[in-house]
């Protein structure tokens, strides 16, 4: 009985022992091959400019940050180094600070912000006005998005090409019938801004000031259309037969050799089913 006792309490430290040595193997014989370079003036030769994309999630999807690893993982342009992060609030949990450690040893592509997880109580402001602090260097452009939204990053990158580096506020206008930044705003799905504003955000006493309300002016009208192949964003993939629609409608997977069988699997029938 006294060698069951022990047994028990020698397990929770024995696990925490474990977890210590996983932490220590990591973080000497694991290199993330898609740590940005710290000086901000390397750039690779074909480079023009390099964009931030924050996509804000919660800390306790995993296997959807997987799956969306795998979706920009896959794409790249020529004309902008674009690294992509996730941004959670404070983690509040055992399990989040073990698997969300692991994914940041594995990965370098979270920022964990100051603040406790909200929707329409600041989240937002804080991304932006914390960036200037906690980045190693500045980008061109700084985008936020959400967790349902599937970016084309080359088409994404020529629409960024010819615009201005300072003064940008870009994205899709709500309520898109006006199509005027001036007296709208940019949907809550994906927007862009400057370096320049980031910065301001950080420093002025006017966003400071009034952060307390529904984010992206509560996102409000979403003006869909049907999928085009200019389109560059979309929005509300919530379920997995809209991933699978835009992904099929794109032809992602257009360079997977259909023609041969793997393993004895034909994927020609499997990519030839219709919705």
Known sequence: MNQKRLLFTKLPLMASAILMVIFIIFNLYIKNPFKPSSNVQNYPSTKQFRLLIGILTRADKHEHRHFLRLVYGIQSSPLAQIDLKF?????????????????????????????????????????FSSLPNILSHPYDYVMKADDDVYFRLLPLASSLQPLPRSDLYYGFVIPCQSMNPFVSYMSGMGFVLSWDLVEWIANSDIPRNDTIGPEDKLVGKWCSHELIPETITVHKLKRWDQWLHVIR????????????????FNFDSVFNLKM
Request: aromatic content about 12%; charged content about 20%.
């Open 87 to 127: 941004v959670f609030c404070n983690l509040t949990k055992q399990e989040q600070r073990v698997l969300i450690s692991l994914e940041i040893l594995k990965f370098n592509d979270i920022i964990i912000l100051n603040c406790s997880e909200n929707m329409n109580d600041g989240k937002t402001y804080t991304y």
């Open 249 to 264: 409608y794109f032809n992602v997977t257009k360079d997977l050799n259909t023609s041969k069988l793997y393993n004895g």
